[in-house]
Structure formats: C-alpha cells, structure tokens
C-alpha cells in the first residue's frame, strides 16, 4: 500500500495542516489503528478526502499520531508537506 506518513506527538491544542499538490486522503490515526490500515483491515481515523489545501485535523486526544496521505487505492501520484499549528484561542 502506497502512502505517505509521519509520525509526530500532539496535543489537544495543536492542529495538522497538510498541504497537498491534488486531492488525496488525510487521515489522522493512532499506532493500532496504523497497524490495521497497513494490514489492510478495518481501521478508525479522523479526516478523509481532501479536496482542497491544506487540510486541518484536530487530534481528540494528546498522544503519538501517524498522519497518513493516501490516494485511495487510485493510480497517481501526491506531494504532500505537514506542518503542526496551535490552535486559535477562543478566549474573550
């Protein structure tokens, strides 16, 4: 299975922007579900296809993340950069 990943540690505060070069899959998932997609098996993840750049995912939770680009099985190829931001203070 072709894809890109990085692997990064993250907390509630922070948000994934990735920046894509055509639509592909961003999904953000811990290590068992990694393992599972990776298996081909049934996995969980946050995200989806993103049609527009960059693409914003909010971790539910601190911990390691693997941020995971795919095409979705399609042929093709995607350039893809993954920057770490902290999230907007709604504070008054």
Do not use: C, K
């Amino acid at each position: 299975m072709n894809h890109l990943r990085q692997e990064i540690e993250l907390t509630t505060d922070d948000v994934v922007e990735v920046t894509l070069d055509g639509r592909a899959n961003v999904m953000l998932l811990d290590s068992a579900n990694y393992d599972r997609y990776r298996r081909g098996e049934s996995f969980r993840y946050h995200g989806g296809l993103a049609e527009r750049s960059p693409a914003r995912l909010e971790p539910p939770h601190p911990g390691r993340w693997n941020v995971v680009v795919d095409l979705g099985g399609y042929p093709g190829h995607v350039r893809a950069g993954i920057a770490v931001r902290q999230r907007a203070s709604t504070a008054s």
